[in-house]
């Protein structure tokens, strides 16, 4: 099932993850975030560490643990209520056997625990191409070779286990199993990790090749080049919340970021001004009431204590506008 003409391949709408922690305590890991994601549209996902990129993407696939409380609707292949199905309250029988592979693929942050330890690469891209496409010998053999080969993966290495396999080498084989079943909705979480530059280019535009006329991505990534190179649109997150959603063209070109941190986070790259953001973000178990960067911005002031609402794509009380910043090359 594909989204209907019009439709966005994934609604997002309030979509909120806390944990449940001893003695009563929650930690807000993901809090009212709201987005679509259209076909053909690469959007990236980006932000610090621990703001809670991959929450999302756990969350979207239902492979949150037992303590984690979820509100909000999240849909797949439908918008405002009409159609498509809700991966948030979708049961795990429907996720596990019409979801996962199949009408969502995942290329993991951490491809060691999505490799099977006892079973070679080559024996698992044969079994999802049997699964996924329904593939049989004596194709299936070729086939595994041409799905490796799709995501760099070496084909001397496919009869290795993945523990014969370096951090980078195990990334490229996760992503060559999320690729096979040509999913509308691919979710690449931290694709990147382990691969050098070149690999790195290499992996984003493979993964951009992925989307079509009925297919999207959703890119989490921390590196803003890799963004760049992919992506239509940028949604910044910080401390549980999107705070920004831009063009990706008007994000890294001119006008350039509205929301003082994701201006920060440009600013940051060695290529532009290396200049750290001040001070650390807040503890997701005691965000404060207001803005959550307001201990971080120059600019905050008293309006700060409420919180600022997503407007426009921006969630800040203080925007950056072309009128207080030249635009940037």
Do not use: W
């Not at 979708?90 to 996962?100: F, G, I, K, P, S």
């Not at 207001?290 to 309006?303: L, N, V």
């Amino acid at each position: 099932m594909t989204a209907a003409p019009g439709q966005p391949v994934l609604s997002v709408r309030g979509l909120s993850v806390r944990f449940r922690m001893r003695g009563g305590a929650h930690v807000s890991a993901v809090t009212d975030a709201r987005f679509d994601l259209a076909p053909g549209e690469c959007l990236a996902l980006v932000g610090e560490s621990g703001c809670g990129k991959s929450v999302l993407a756990s969350a979207l696939l239902g492979l949150l643990p037992g303590n984690a409380e979820t509100a909000g609707s999240a849909l797949l292949g439908g918008s405002g209520g009409q159609g498509g199905l809700d991966l948030l309250t979708a049961d795990e029988r429907t996720l596990a056997r019409t979801v996962r592979g199949r009408r969502v693929g995942l290329v993991p942050q951490s491809p060691a625990a999505h490799l099977t330890p006892v079973r070679t690469v080559r024996s698992q891209l044969e079994e999802t191409l049997r699964e996924l496409t329904g593939v049989r010998r004596p194709a299936l053999r070729p086939a595994a070779e041409a799905a490796a080969e799709r995501a760099s993966f070496p084909v001397s290495h496919l009869d290795r286990y993945p523990h014969q396999l370096s951090g980078g080498l195990a990334q490229r084989a996760a992503t060559a199993l999320a690729l096979i079943g040509d999913a509308p909705l691919l979710l690449a979480d931290e694709p990147t990790t382990g691969l050098d530059r070149e690999l790195v280019d290499r992996t984003v535009d493979e993964l951009r090749r992925h989307v079509g006329d009925d297919r999207a991505l959703l890119l989490i990534t921390h590196d803003l080049a890799a963004a760049r190179r992919v992506a239509d649109r940028v949604a910044v997150m910080y401390a549980s919340r999107v705070v920004e959603i831009a063009a990706a063209a008007d994000f890294f070109g001119a006008p350039g970021p509205r929301h003082p941190y994701a201006r920060g986070l440009l600013d940051a790259l060695p290529e532009r001004e290396f200049t750290p953001i001040p001070g650390m973000p807040p503890e997701l178990s005691a965000l404060p009431d207001g803005c959550a960067f307001a201990a971080r911005c120059a600019g905050a002031d008293e309006t700060c204590a409420t919180r600022p609402a997503l407007t426009s794509g921006v969630a800040c009380h203080h925007p950056v506008t072309a009128a207080l910043e030249a635009p940037r090359a």
